[in-house]
């Protein structure tokens, strides 16, 4: 059975720092991509970090770049978004995605999503 599941979530100053993990089962984790979305109220989903399948080829969207670090841990099948000098306007939640192929067939997974609220 396949799961992405997500933590690290939570409430926080801003300014301050958060790292969400997500942890994979079910799937061959070391051949996929990884990816983080977020989602504000009233906002479509928005890509905001992508690593490649070794984790060596990162990118990051253009309003988190120098704040957000996306890391991925194939001897434990754990992805991370390091986030730090957060901003009210990161609160959303967050998503993990984990994308690879298989010969010609696309996989697809997504994680339930951890809510993420930057307040003072």
């Known amino acids: 059975q396949v799961q992405l599941v997500e933590s690290g979530g939570g409430l926080v100053q801003p300014g301050g720092s958060l790292r969400l993990s997500c942890a994979a089962s079910?799937?061959?984790?070391?051949?996929?991509?990884m990816r983080w979305y977020r989602q504000a109220p009233g906002k479509e989903r928005e890509l905001v970090a992508a690593?490649?399948?070794?984790?060596?080829?990162?990118n990051y969207a253009d309003s988190v770049k120098g704040r957000f670090t996306i890391t991925k841990d194939n001897a434990k099948n754990t992805a991370y978004l390091q986030m730090n000098r957060l901003k009210p306007e990161d609160t959303a939640v967050y998503y993990c995605?984990?994308?690879?192929?298989?010969?010609?067939?696309?996989?697809?997974?997504w994680g339930q999503g951890t809510q993420v609220t930057v307040s003072s």
């Open positions: 995605n984990a994308f690879g192929w298989v010969g010609t067939t696309k996989y697809d997974y």
């Open positions: 079910g799937f061959s984790f070391s051949t996929y991509a």
């Open positions: 690593t490649s399948s070794t984790g060596g080829v990162k």
